[in-house]
């Protein structure tokens, strides 16, 4: 495991100007804090903040209208880049390649989903993890030398000094040949830079920080990915091409991201984007949920995956496609919104949902916001003519006794009764066995849920 050095550890970083303030951090925080005076934003992240105090918008922000997305042969999104990548070696030929590697490295979860998607083309243009001048390339201007965008870099990273360029190295996870990557390029990153400018800050508090810092190895390798076995998972992750081929031609294809288990409101959120002005009135929406690593206390991803196969049987919806994505989640709010849209595009989306403070976490010290709750959504419209994807922000709705689910001014201008229920409140009914509200959350999720918490109980017991 990688570890920081003493200055590094603890991240003392000077406010803007405008401020005296000096914020120190000890590297046992793992939660990331809202950008304020005492910290320094990348940047490729708009700042959200002028002062210390929570920057509030009185606006939502609209949709994009971008030019109409270039089209492949069939009829769907083009991918980025222009061409679908697939590194994926005949099973034929497999071990043949195994045995022109020269080293064996074990994979993480988190390099485990990098390489299934760089295999699949989930992360085209890239035929490999980044070289070090594109990585460097992404940091500082979130594009890679060819000018293309990227918004978080993706690399292999170790502490072996013994790997050298001109290896061809065999990646192994728990018992499965992966990849075999042959290395083009070795260097010591600059990971405190690397956080600042794709984080938005190098305190060891944000999650990703956390990882870069402590997960990840001393070095950083790059070069080209031959794709062999696909990690074995509980959920099956369909490839780019396999959910291209389930998707209607010359239509909208709407991309709703998700990391946790789907309850009524989110439900209302996609369902309701379909119908928003810049939507063809025969398109459809992809949910397409993270289901690998995330946060530390999110709900583990085998279980989401369970949530959201019982949900899809209850909706039975024919606008609605599921496929699930093995992506490793890094917080980045306004950069991890870019990358999404370009992981979804490969996978065939025209449009993509994004929420407030989208990807985003809060301080473990502070408990406010890391990013500003429009960031993310005015980096992603700022970008999606580029990208040839159009944004269509979710809407901030409410559960209204009067009149059930409508949107939050229309409770406001009637003063209607709004229902609320705490995430605090919802996990404490659910171990009580007390009933939810049908208008909260859906029976079958809810079901899948308790019966995880009444076996984590179990298990603590034992």
Not at 414 to 442: C, H, V, Y
Request: net charge positive; hydrophobic share 40%; glycine share 6%.
């Amino acid at each position: 495991m990688a570890s920081l050095t003493a200055k590094q550890s603890v991240c003392s970083i000077r406010a803007p100007a405008h401020s005296s303030r000096r914020v120190s951090v000890s590297a046992r925080q793992a939660c990331a804090f809202k950008v304020t005076p005492s910290s320094v934003r990348a940047p490729a992240a708009p700042s959200s903040k002028a002062s210390a105090a929570p920057r509030i918008r009185a606006v939502r922000v609209m949709a994009t209208a971008a030019p109409v997305a270039s089209r492949t042969a069939d009829g769907l999104q083009l991918p980025h880049g222009g061409n679908l990548i697939n590194l994926q070696v005949p099973q034929a030929q497999w071990d043949a390649v195994i045995k022109t590697a020269t080293k064996t490295v074990e994979a993480s979860d988190r390099n485990a989903c990098d390489i299934e998607l760089l295999s699949v083309g989930g992360f085209s243009p890239l035929t490999g993890f980044m070289n070090k001048e594109d990585y460097e390339s992404v940091v500082a201007n979130m594009r890679l030398t060819n000018g293309l965008l990227f918004g978080i870099p993706v690399v292999l990273d170790t502490d072996r000094d013994d790997i050298v360029v001109g290896d061809k190295v065999l990646v192994t996870y728990q018992g499965q040949n992966i990849a075999v990557v042959s290395i083009e390029s070795k260097w010591t990153p600059n990971k405190p830079l690397e956080c600042l400018k794709v984080y938005g800050t190098s305190s060891l508090e944000h999650p990703a920080v956390q990882m870069v810092a402590m997960e990840r190895g001393k070095y950083y390798l790059g070069g080209k990915v031959q794709g062999l076995e696909l990690p074995k998972r509980v959920f099956p992750c369909a490839t780019p091409a396999e959910v291209r081929s389930t998707l209607p031609k010359n239509t909208d294809v709407l991309a709703f991201q998700c990391r946790n288990p789907i309850h009524r409101a989110h439900y209302e959120l996609f369902i309701r984007a379909l119908d928003a002005p810049n939507v063809a009135k025969d398109g459809v929406c992809l949910v397409h949920p993270t289901c690998g690593p995330t946060q530390d206390d999110d709900i583990p991803g085998v279980v989401r995956y369970h949530t959201y196969e019982v949900l899809k049987e209850e909706t039975s919806n024919p606008r609605l496609r599921w496929a699930y994505l093995p992506y490793s989640m890094h917080m980045a709010g306004p950069r991890e919104a870019i990358q999404h849209m370009i992981i979804r595009k490969n996978y065939g989306c025209t449009h993509f949902i994004i929420g407030r403070d989208m990807a985003g976490c809060k301080s473990s010290i502070s408990g406010e916001d890391f990013y500003g709750a429009y960031d993310a959504q005015e980096l992603a419209n700022k970008n999606a003519p580029e990208l040839g994807m159009q944004t269509v922000p979710s809407l901030n709705i409410a559960y209204t006794k009067e009149k059930g689910y409508v949107t939050a001014d229309i409770a406001e201008q009637e003063k209607l009764t709004k229902l609320n229920l705490s995430g605090t409140k919802f996990r404490q009914m659910l171990r009580a066995g007390e009933d939810i509200p049908e208008w909260f959350a859906f029976k079958s999720v809810v079901q899948v849920l308790r019966e995880q918490i009444q076996a984590e109980d179990k298990a603590a017991k034992n």
